[in-house]
């Protein structure tokens, strides 16, 4: 029978799915987002492609600022509901009320243009990313808060799984409500109900959060399994009473940061430029363009949990590498196979699907073994630098393929993605901390206890 020591130590599934309603909605509402806000800003404001560009930026670039300041904002919340849902249900709230707005401001200026309308609705725009922006950080790190560092992997998956349901409702919702058919030659599309739908699904998944996640009470039975464990503590005592990182942690720390940067420069470039990259290459139009990214994304979708588990066997070090691996020959497959074919092969399809699970095997274990280096109290800290260095990739890297791609050629495309991936495993070579426990396998890895 399982000590109450050792069930403090257990992933609570049940739980770790309730803690991903939080990350449900928060991609649901970014798919909507960034799915429908560039055509209002293109159809209906007529703005220009490289204006609605810089604005559809402007949430990377207000998140390099936002994420890590609200996350170590709310490590010092105090209050009687828990350090973290406090934000979420803040800034799920006025997402909500602002987000309502974006169609119905579109709708008015589409019947009665005026400029006040314009920069009413480029101003609800930035209040929403704002909004956006106070609770990512906070319901990221609450899976970490309620989660012993040797699952975190394993809770990870299950996050990044609730998160891709949220995709795909909005996705659904999107295919049944608004296909070609009905939108094809219209003047102006109303998205107030799809606006509407998508709000509804993050108040939904805000009171299933409010209701059923017992924050102050679970975090104080982690408080309490960290002191029955301290050696999972990586922090030491400064002599003062402060914990700090030792210099070889702070080094592996800097390691694995430049790590996440370096391969999300190498994965949102082949994201951003695939479609135009295949049209140049191939001919190809952007619906088999479109397929071969739903397919990587399926490819992680099916590999998330079975990754935790293979985590939980080998450790997060070597699946990362193992994922660093896969994608490297899969992109100088790539790279060989535009050499030697000018048509697309539906052998590309089996490659993406291989380039998902990689990029699955990364994903899951790189925010743990951040989380991993630092005490409880500063998750949501280590949280915003974690989204600092990605974001910063994300912002940074679809400018420098692109310039890349215009003044070289295409035949630079793979090249830049190998090569950056190859950048990312020289320095988690240099990772030595970070890694959990391993050796459990199958099922075990997750310790099903609710």
């Known amino acids: ?6 069930d403090l130590g257990a992933l609570r599934v049940g739980q770790t799915v309730r803690i991903g309603f939080a990350f449900l909605s928060i991609c649901a509402f970014w798919q909507l987002y960034n799915n429908i806000v560039p055509l209002i800003l293109t159809g209906t404001f007529h703005l220009g492609e490289t204006i609605s ?26 209050s009687k509901m828990g350090r973290r849902k406090p934000f979420v249900l803040f800034g799920t709230i006025a997402a ?17 243009p005026s400029a006040g309308k314009k920069i009413l609705f480029i101003a609800v725009l930035g209040a929403l990313l704002v909004a956006m922006g106070t609770y990512r950080s906070p319901a990221v790190a609450l899976m970490p808060d309620l989660t012993p560092k040797a699952k975190r992997s394993q809770g990870n998956a299950i996050i990044n799984l609730m998160g891709a349901v949220g995709g795909i409702i909005y996705l659904g919702l999107a295919a049944v409500l608004y296909p070609a058919s009905k939108t094809e030659g219209l003047d102006h599309v109303n998205y107030m109900l799809l606006f509407l739908l998508v709000a509804g699904i993050m108040i939904a998944a805000l009171i299933i959060l409010m209701i059923t996640v017992n924050e102050t009470k679970v975090m104080k039975e982690m408080e309490e399994y960290e002191k029955m464990h301290p050696e999972e503590n990586l922090a030491v005592d400064d002599g003062s009473g402060n914990e700090v990182l030792p210099a070889a942690v702070k080094k592996s720390l800097i390691f694995l940061l430049f790590s996440v940067a370096l391969w999300f420069v190498s994965y949102n470039a082949v994201e951003t430029w695939f479609t135009k990259f295949a049209e140049v290459t191939w001919g190809k139009g952007i619906g088999g363009a479109s397929t071969c990214l739903l397919i990587a994304n399926a490819g992680a979708i099916i590999s998330y949990i079975p990754v935790g588990v293979i985590s939980g066997k080998i450790g997060r070090k070597k699946s990362i590498l193992g994922g660093i691996i896969i994608m490297t020959c899969c992109y100088l497959f790539g790279l060989w196979f535009t050499s030697t ?57 679809p400018i420098l393929c692109g310039f ?5 050629g295409y035949n630079i495309y793979f090249v830049y993605a190998a090569a950056f991936m190859i950048f990312a495993f020289c320095t988690m070579i240099f990772v030595k901390h970070g890694d959990a426990k391993v050796g459990k396998t199958g099922l075990e890895a997750f310790d099903v206890d609710d």
Do not use: R
């Not at 029978?1 to 050792?6: F, I, L, N, R, S």
């Not at 909500?96 to 009665?112: G, K």
């Not at 074919?341 to 073994?369: C, E, K, Q, R």
């Not at 890349?404 to 070289?408: F, G, R, V």
């Open 341 to 397: 074919h000018d048509h697309f092969a539906t052998l590309l399809y089996a490659i993406f699907a291989l380039i998902g699970m990689g990029w699955a095997a990364i994903n899951v274990n790189s925010l743990p073994m951040v989380l991993e280096m630092c005490k409880g109290s500063d998750v949501g800290k280590f949280t915003g630098y974690y989204y600092t260095f990605s974001m910063t990739a994300q912002t940074i890297t």
């Open 404 to 408: 890349l791609l215009e003044h070289i």
């Open 1 to 6: 029978m399982a000590t109450k020591t050792e």
């Open 96 to 112: 909500v009320v602002l987000m309502v707005l974006i169609p119905l401001i579109d709708n008015s200026y589409f019947a009665n």
């Open 53 to 78: 560009g810089v604005i559809m930026a402007a949430d990377n670039v207000l998140g390099l600022f936002l994420l890590p300041l609200f996350g170590t904002i709310s490590d010092k919340c105090k």
